[in-house]
C-alpha cells in the first residue's frame, strides 16, 4: 500500500502562480511514476503531468510550457505558472505502482485550485 497527501492548493488570479507537492508514504519501492491529475464536475479526471523513477516527465499540451513537474524519490511537485482560469479543478496526486507482479494505482484526497479572472 502507498498513501499519498497533497498540499497546496487555493485561489489565486490568473497569471499568477501555485506550488502543489505530494508526499508517499508506505511501500514506497514498488512505485514505478507519481503525477498529478485534475478533475472539473462533471468531467473526466485528466492528465497534468507525470513523470517516472528516471526523471521522465509527460505534461499534457494544456499545461506545457506553464507547469513544470519534480520529484525528490517519494515527493513529487508540481510548479504551476501563469495560471488561468481554465486551470480551476481538483488536483490529485497519482501513483502507480507494481509489486510482485501486480500493478497498482494509488490516489491523494485532491486538493482544489481555484484561479479567478
Known amino acids: 500500500q502507498v498513501q499519498l497527501v497533497e498540499s497546496g492548493g487555493g485561489l489565486v488570479q490568473a497569471g499568477e502562480s501555485l506550488r502543489l507537492s505530494c508526499a508517499a508514504s508506505g511501500n514506497t519501492w514498488t512505485i514505478n511514476s507519481m503525477g498529478w491529475y485534475r478533475q472539473v464536475p462533471g468531467q473526466e479526471r485528466e492528465l497534468v503531468a507525470s513523470?517516472?523513477?528516471?526523471?521522465s516527465a509527460t505534461y499534457s499540451d494544456s499545461v506545457k510550457d506553464r507547469f513544470t513537474i519534480s520529484r525528490d524519490r517519494a515527493k513529487v511537485d508540481l510548479q504551476m505558472n501563469g495560471l488561468k482560469p481554465e486551470d480551476t479543478a481538483v488536483y490529485y496526486c497519482h501513483s502507480s505502482a507494481n509489486h510482485e507482479w501486480h500493478d497498482y494505482e494509488y490516489w491523494g484526497q485532491g486538493t482544489q485550485v481555484t484561479v479567478s479572472s
Open positions: 513523470i517516472t523513477n528516471d526523471g
